[in-house]
Structure formats: structure tokens, C-alpha cells
């Protein structure tokens, strides 16, 4: 089932305005690469118009490459159409989306063990979309891998319910649309309680495809007693001079991923040079790091101990002299 809301009179406004709309330009082209910084939860603030969001001194955090690519080289592509759009982030699941005139779809996910498809697939965005559109989808989830299937029950509602200037790191951007989702998921075990509940809020504006700020947040879970999750992550401003430009990490080799008391990571030949490796936790605040001394070119594998952090997502990150060099995703059970 789906509904969509569009406020009595907003039509006739956007007929003489075009501030803060979204339209085709919000959809992704294949081959493009962004980059975000995962940096430590901030407040998204409050729903309204003509607001001053002031977010310019966000640190640049870890800087992780987002890349749009086919069904030709992604994982899992057999069970979502040829035409899916591919979203791949390192140590994620491949997101997959598909593109309409009106709407950017999200399919579901693929991961080496499990596979998640949506039925109906869920709007992320809906176009036009203006202040106050809202609209919402409710269907299933259906997961299956690891020789197991589960059939779960989905509610996701959007509304775009502020407008205004974003005051970023590299300047600010006028006209920008914040989008608040709500994503509920439900077991049939326990239908009146949210198996997965998460609030996201983007800021998009019609200049990239990209929302401009994203920030995350899972509720304390009164059942199982999991604890509230934030995250926050910035678009580089690379996407202003052309998403070319953007700095790419080295893709860094884990395993075993997930882990449980230590993991290995292959760290590539490099020169003399004194540099750090960082594990970041899913706020991005630096939960562990290493001394790694290169005295001359060459290669390490090295295994570390992280029997004493809490399981969860994190980010690793080798960082040099001169900066970030290379990062992975890692999860700690």
C-alpha cells in the first residue's frame, strides 16, 4: 500500500517558485563516486522554514567513497532488474536502487550471505518533492541466506519538513530541502512492537544527487534492550568542483569480517614512514589505534587484539603523514 500527501496549495506555489525543489537532478548516474566523512553525531534540529542549519565546523572525519555503479559488476545483481542502479560502499551491503520519472526506488540489499528485497520497493524520494511533500509505503521485507527465510512487515514515511541555508565546511548552500524518513520494521512474532526503528534526516539540494548531510538515529529498543545509535556523515566538497576530484582511500584487506577477539589486515608496501591505524566506531569517535613504523618499502600483515571493544560496525583507517591513506569496514560480534 502507498499514500502520498501533497499540502493544498503547494502546487499552485511551485507554479511561481522553484526554491528548494527537487526534481530528476536528485537521481544518481552509474559511474559517478562521492566521498562522506563519518564524523560524531550531532542534533539534526527542528522541523520549520527559512532556517539557518550551521554545521561549518563539522571535522573532516573518516572519508569514505560512495560509488554508483551497474548490475554488469555488482554483487547479487540476478535478483534485482538489469536497469538497478547500484549503490557500493566499502564492507556494506550492495544497495540497489531503481530510477523513475517520479521516484528513486529502493530495491534492497546483497551481502555474501544474505539477500533483502523490499515488496513493494520503497521510495526514497519522490518528484517533484518540495517543503512539506510527504508520502509513505508500507510492504514487506523478504530475507533470505545462511539457509534460513524471513518474511517481515515494513512501514516507511517521509516528509520534507524544513527548508533553508546549510552552512558546511566548504561554504554554504542555499535552498536546501531537509527530508525526515522513518523506517519501522516489524516481526509477525511481535506485531506491535518495532523489530528495527530508525529517524533519518537529509539535506538535499538540487544541485548533486547526494544528500548534502545525513544523520542517523536508532532508538533505545525497550524489548531488547539495544541502546540508542547515532551516526553523522558529510558530503565531501569535492562534489562542487566535480566528484573526480575526490581523494579515493586504498581499499584495505580485513579478515576474518565479521571478527571476534582479533582480526589481520594486509597493509600494502609503502615507504618510510611513520603512520597510525585507527579503529572508528559507528559515531565516529576513535575507539582503538596502532603504532605502524615502515622503515623501508615493503608490505605487512599484522594482527590485532580487539577483545576489549564492544561489538558492533566499525571503520578502519590508515592514516600516513600526509593523511588519510586507506580504510575498511569492519564488524566485531
Not at 25 to 48: C, E, F, I, K, Q
Not at 179 to 202: F, G, Q
Not at 216 to 221: A, F, K, L, V
Not at 286 to 301: A, D, G, H, I
Given at each position: ?320 603523514t600526509n593523511g588519510t591513506i586507506g580504510n575498511a569496514r569492519l564488524e566485531i560480534q
Amino acid at each position: 500500500m502507498r499514500w502520498i500527501l501533497i499540502p493544498i496549495g503547494l502546487m499552485a506555489a511551485l507554479s511561481v517558485s522553484a526554491q528548494a525543489l527537487l526534481n530528476r537532478n536528485a537521481l544518481p548516474a552509474t559511474g559517478s563516486v562521492y566521498g562522506y566523512h563519518d564524523t560524531p553525531y550531532l542534533s539534526p534540529g527542528r522541523a520549520g522554514d527559512g532556517l539557518q542549519w550551521d554545521f561549518a565546523d563539522l571535522p573532516s572525519g573518516t572519508l569514505i567513497p560512495y560509488a554508483w555503479t551497474t548490475t554488469d559488476i555488482a554483487p547479487g545483481a540476478g535478483a534485482f532488474p538489469h536497469a538497478a542502479r547500484v549503490l557500493d560502499v566499502i564492507g556494506q551491503p550492495a544497495q540497489y536502487f531503481q530510477a523513475t520519472d517520479t521516484a528513486l526506488l529502493w530495491l534492497g540489499w546483497y551481502s555474501d550471505t544474505t539477500l533483502l528485497r523490499f515488496d513493494p520497493p520503497l521510495r526514497i524520494l519522490h518528484l517533484p518533492c518540495a517543503f512539506q511533500s510527504a508520502w509513505g509505503d508500507t510492504g514487506v521485507a523478504a530475507i533470505t541466506g545462511s539457509g534460513r527465510v524471513a518474511v517481515l512487515r515494513v512501514e516507511f514515511h517521509t516528509m520534507a519538513d524544513a527548508r533553508g541555508t546549510l552552512n558546511m565546511p566548504y561554504g554554504s548552500i542555499r535552498d536546501v530541502l531537509r527530508l525526515r524518513s522513518e523506517l519501522k520494521v516489524y516481526d509477525p512474532a511481535h506485531p506491535d512492537h518495532a523489530l528495527i526503528r530508525e529517524v533519518r534526516n537529509a539535506w538535499y539540494t538540487d544541485q548533486t544527487p547526494m544528500p548534502l548531510l545525513v544523520t542517523t538515529e536508532r532508538p533505545t529498543d525497550e524489548l531488547t534492550g539495544r541502546s540508542t545509535k547515532r551516526t553523522l556523515r558529510w558530503l565531501d566538497g569535492s562534489w562542487r568542483d566535480g566528484p573526480e576530484n575526490l581523494f579515493r582511500p586504498l581499499k584495505l584487506r580485513v579478515y576474518p569480517d565479521p571478527c571476534d577477539d582479533n582480526f589481520w589486515i594486509v597493509l600494502p608496501e609503502r615507504n618510510a614512514d611513520h603512520t597510525l591505524l585507527q579503529l572508528i566506531d559507528e559515531t565516529g569517535m576513535v575507539s582503538k589505534q596502532w603504532n605502524v613504523e615502515f622503515n623501508s618499502s615493503q608490505s605487512r600483515t599484522i594482527n590485532y587484539d580487539v577483545s576489549d571493544l564492544a561489538s558492533g560496525h566499525y571503520t578502519v583507517v590508515w592514516v600516513g603523514t600526509n593523511g588519510t591513506i586507506g580504510n575498511a569496514r569492519l564488524e566485531i560480534q
